[in-house]
């Protein structure tokens, strides 16, 4: 089974920037495909960043365009988030998510995913 581990979540004020990590054990992130995901209680889990063959192949939701980039480190097998400009509605529990390499690479769809992270609390106030 592939093992995701997030980190780097917490509290920032709106305007504010955060750096998420996933590291992931046995497969490569780079040859593969790796999503993150957020969701707030009540809410369904909604696509936020994917990237695939090794980072050439990125998608990102609307919401996030321009303010989060998603990269990997191929020496350490992680992912990574970067979110700047952060405003209160980025505020949930983020997830990130893999799949063996396939043909809907890179997706925001949760069907996508077999394999999922415990994740990670972001606040903005």
């Known amino acids: 089974d592939v093992q995701l581990v997030e980190s780097g979540g917490g509290s920032v004020q709106a305007g504010g920037s955060l750096r998420l990590s996933c590291a992931a054990s046995?497969?490569?992130?780079?040859?593969?495909?790796v999503g993150w995901f957020r969701q707030v209680p009540g809410k369904q889990r909604e696509g936020v960043a994917s990237?695939?063959?090794?980072?050439?192949?990125?998608d990102y939701a609307d919401s996030v365009k321009g303010r989060f980039t998603m990269s990997l480190d191929n020496a350490k097998n992680t992912v990574y988030l970067q979110m700047n400009s952060l405003k209160p509605e980025d505020t949930a529990m983020y997830y990130c998510?893999?799949?063996?390499?396939?043909?809907?690479?890179?997706?925001?769809?949760?069907?996508?995913?077999?394999?999922w992270g415990q994740g990670t609390q972001v606040t903005v106030s």
């Open positions: 046995e497969y490569s992130v780079s040859n593969n495909c």
């Open positions: 998510a893999f799949a063996f390499r396939g043909s809907f690479c890179p997706s925001l769809n949760t069907n996508t995913y077999m394999y």
């Open positions: 990237l695939y063959n090794n980072g050439k192949s990125t």
